[in-house]
């Protein structure tokens, strides 16, 4: 089967392509789309793999699953296509990269992130259009999880942001002896202020790609 994504990705991962529940997922993917309006537009499921090529990762934040709102999911967690609202975790982000760097954002697209290597992976890389959630166990985590490890297991000084309890599992499958973990609640409304607010994960970031010899990444 033909994968449609980026080149060191595919090479990286092609293990997992050639597995049966690949199969099952993307014959379930292709059925969503041609039933009903799913998130993001098929081109851009992707999209993270896309910008971000394995040997350029530098920082990986991770998310849940794209937003459902129609025209809101654009393949990158928490991002959304500048002219749009920014989403309430994306406002609250905004809030401590504001506090933790003085950087004022106000650019919802966070594409220039993904250029400078932070890896802005969901762990369900596709949604039914006002349907939170409706494709997760349908074999997407099971290929981010592989992604995660790969990166973990043949990447070294890579800083993994795990936000929230669905992110945080995601430690067993990073070596900690290798790469920085970071963690903190979930930065939507209901968790934000249990300790979200003054993680500082951006300086943090910084701190350790520059300790490691790498440039940090221009929030801004």
């Known amino acids: 089967m033909t994968v449609h994504i980026e080149a060191s990705w595919k090479s990286h991962l092609q293990a997992e392509f050639d597995k049966p529940y690949w199969t099952e997922l993307t014959d379930f993917v292709r059925a969503e789309y041609a039933a009903a309006q799913c998130c993001p537009p098929g081109k851009q499921i992707f999209r993270a793999f896309d910008l971000t090529p394995f040997d350029k990762v530098k920082v990986v934040i991770l998310g849940q699953d794209p937003y459902h709102t129609p025209g809101a999911a654009m393949g990158f967690c928490f991002s959304v296509p500048d002219g749009n609202r920014a989403q309430p975790s994306l406002q609250n982000i905004f809030k401590e990269l504001a506090s933790d760097t003085g950087v004022q954002r106000t650019q919802t697209d966070l594409s220039d992130w ?24 349908k074999g997407w985590e099971t290929f981010t999880d592989s992604a995660i490890r790969t990166l973990s297991e043949e990447r070294e000084h890579l800083v993994f942001i795990l936000w929230g309890a669905y992110a945080i599992k995601k430690k067993e499958l990073i070596d900690t002896t290798k790469h920085l973990v970071l963690t ?33 990444i221009a929030w801004g």
């Open 114 to 137: 993904a250029e400078q290597g932070v890896f802005l992976l969901n762990a369900v890389l596709t949604v039914r259009a006002r349907e939170a959630g409706s494709h997760a166990g």
């Open 184 to 216: 903190s609640p979930h930065p939507s409304p209901f968790a934000a202020h249990k300790g979200f607010f003054g993680s500082k994960p951006f300086s943090k970031a910084n701190a350790y790609l520059q300790a490691n010899g790498q440039a940090p």
